[in-house]
């Protein structure tokens, strides 16, 4: 060894939260979002998404009156683009448990920005899930069947169908991620309250942060109940989807019946939910003018969690050509060969483009700095993973094991305006949710402000 | 109107870093009932005022466990009590089947228990207490810290109690009356 060594530089952490923030300014800034007049673009968001939300009830009571007929089911096709939206958006929902909880476990002080809205998007993904079972079932007013409770028949749901065990899984993951975003939620409402100045505000505020007091006797418990929760919904992330896979995976049908379906499903899930999240964030840091708060950095970190997804996603694909062909199965194999060359070859592609292709541009830091790219990249990965889920469902079911049966899907007027208008619920509430609550978590980003840490400010002894 | 009862003292200081080293004096007078009041938990606090470890742990393994035993409990009783019938040739008693559903209620009754046990030790929703009517603590949600002490506590003298606060740092030292 030569005495020659050069000294190491160690590169110096960009902060967080940008433009010199204070504990007031953070406040200032997202409680005046609120208090704010009603910006007039807000009107013409809402106005859109609540016509959408009109066209979703107005195609459900069609359903309800004239059945499940109206959608493009056949008789080999039998889930269609219900079960399509279903998993699209539950998948969409495990991005915000994501960053609320494992992010949190692995004190991954950037998810402060983006946890709270993350978090509210999951629980209107949720619903808008939950919906299309719901709807499914074609009588509605049977729906109690689902549930395990006592009936003039006597009857009692299968525990041991995996329909049964989404039920569950997803009512769960609906309920919890409720809890984690209210709870989250009680502090900055008290912030909302003590800055009330209509009695309205007072009052709604007042009930809705149950009268905290902010005091540490409180912040002990809380912060302990906050880290309980994380610790339960981390484990929800991963079985959730890998629940819905399993309504897939425990049939027999080829294409479906595969070991690799539960990791695959999540690894999917988070790669769309973090998709929506960006394409939300985006909008919402540009209308609101919250570059500070969510900066470059953190698109740059959520890209990198969609490159590896997204590649996780991509070798999925890859493995489950090379095992249709390993296992010799006839109708595995078959199966394959026919989602990329068959009827349904357009959607396969798209989705290979858009979930395979469009992600490896990540690579690149500039790229991943780039708004207008990740805007669009955030994009096409939401259509690619619906054309997955699409692909997944329908190109197996109308090519099983009898080709006497086989019949083309093609979606009705009526399957289309239930999707689209599933849309408009979502927004609906996210606007909702946008205009009149919290959408930053104010009291974790001042936790992470270099001021916050009594060790760090003056008057060492 | 009648007497008010004097509910105990506040003051304020002006960093987390005061606060934090008040809590510190505060406990070592010897006051057992007092609190520190910050629009964010401070690091390093729990430690400062002497605090125990939340037991809130245990009730929320307690309720995640019953959470559990009532899915494993609800499926027994359904496939091989109340309505035994086999499907698909699984058994009746086909726990491999049934862990998901007891997972999703230990979860569920986990998470739940989290919140309300949360809730219940801080003796929360309780929209009226004394700190509330002082004017300067709307600042505690944005950037104001605060340390009260009871009068319940056995150390607490009207005079003493705000001279010591003052020694300590804290700025508008305030009366706060039970109403």
């Known amino acids: 060894m030569t005495g020659n060594t050069k000294p ?15 504990f007031k300014s953070v406040t200032d800034k997202i409680s005046g979002i609120v208090e704010a007049k009603t910006p007039k673009e807000w009107y013409l968001a809402f106005a859109i998404a609540f016509f959408g939300m009109l066209l979703l009830l107005g195609s459900i009571g069609f359903l309800v009156w004239d059945g499940v007929g109206i959608w493009g089911l056949n008789n080999p096709v039998a889930w269609g683009w219900a079960i399509v939206n279903f998993v699209f958006w539950v998948g969409i929902g495990h991005a915000g448990t994501l960053i609320s909880a494992i992010l949190f476990l692995f004190r991954q002080k950037w998810r402060t920005s983006i946890n709270r809205f993350a978090e509210a998007m999951t629980i209107f993904a949720v619903i808008c899930a939950l919906m299309f079972p719901g709807i499914h079932i074609g009588r509605i007013w049977l729906i109690y069947y689902f549930f395990p409770v006592p009936n003039q028949m006597g ?95 425990t049939s027999l049908v080829p294409g479906w019946h595969t070991t690799i379906f539960p990791p695959y499903f999540v690894a999917g899930a988070i790669f769309s939910g973090f998709a929506m999240v960006m394409t939300l964030a985006i909008i919402a840091r540009r209308f609101y003018g919250l570059e500070h708060f969510i900066t470059t950095q953190h698109f740059d970190k959520m890209a990198k969690i969609m490159l590896l997804t997204g590649s996780i996603v991509g070798y999925a694909y890859a493995t489950e050509f090379f095992i249709a062909w390993y296992s010799g199965s006839d109708y595995e194999g078959f ?4 989602r990329a060359f068959g009827p349904y070859a357009w959607a396969y592609w798209i989705m290979i483009t858009c979930n395979v292709i469009v992600p490896q541009f990540f690579w690149s830091g500039k790229l991943r700095r780039n708004i207008a790219f990740l805007f669009v990249a955030s994009i096409l990965v939401n259509v690619g993973m619906w054309f997955e889920r699409f692909v997944i469902v329908v190109s197996s079911l ?26 408009g619920l979502f927004f609906t509430f996210f606007l909702l949710f946008l205009r009149f609550l919290p959408m930053i978590s104010m009291s974790e980003v001042k936790a992470i402000l270099p001021q916050a840490d009594p060790h760090n400010s003056e008057g060492h002894e | 109107m009648a007497d008010t009862k004097i509910f105990g003292m506040l003051a304020e200081f002006e960093t987390p870093a ?119 603590f709307s600042k505690v949600t944005t950037d104001g810290f605060f340390i009260s002490i009871e009068a319940d506590d056995p150390q607490f003298d009207l005079r003493k109690t705000a001279a010591f606060l003052q020694e300590i740092g804290g700025i508008h030292i305030e009366r706060l009356e039970e109403q």
């Open chain 1, 8 to 22: 190491v530089t160690v590169p110096e952490k960009q902060p967080l939260i940008l433009g010199n923030q204070t």
């Open chain 1, 155 to 249: 009857m009692w749901p299968n525990f041991r169908s995996p329909l049964l065990w989404d039920f569950f899984a997803v009512g769960t993951y609906f309920t919890v991620s409720l809890l984690f975003w209210y709870t989250g939620m009680i502090p900055d409402l008290a912030t909302f309250r003590d800055r009330a100045k209509t009695r309205a505000r007072k009052i709604i505020f007042g009930i809705m942060s149950l009268g905290w007091r902010g005091g540490n006797r409180q912040w002990q418990h809380y912060e302990l109940a906050y880290l309980v929760l994380a610790g339960l919904s981390t484990p929800l992330v991963l079985s959730v989807h890998s629940v819905v896979s399993t309504d897939f995976a």
């Open chain 1, 335 to 338: 199966t394959f060969i026919n």
């Open chain 1, 398 to 423: 109308s090519r099983d094991y009898l080709p006497s049966s086989w019949d083309y899907y093609s979606p009705t007027f009526w399957d289309i305006i239930t999707f689209i208008g599933s849309f």
């Open chain 2, 18 to 136: 005061a606060l934090l080293k008040a809590a510190v004096k505060v406990r070592n007078a010897g006051y057992k009932k007092f609190d520190c009041h910050s629009p964010f938990p401070i690091h390093g606090m729990d430690k400062a005022m002497g605090m125990k470890r939340s037991h809130l742990g245990f009730i929320i393994a307690i309720f995640a466990l019953i959470g559990a035993v009532t899915g494993l409990g609800l499926q027994y009783w359904v496939h091989s009590v109340e309505y035994p019938h086999i499907i698909s040739g699984k058994p009746l008693f086909a726990w491999q089947a049934y862990i998901i559903v007891m997972f999703a209620l230990f979860v569920l009754f986990g998470a739940g228990s989290a919140v309300l046990g949360m809730l219940h030790i801080n003796r929360l929703p309780r929209f009226h207490h004394p700190v509330f009517f002082s004017d300067r």
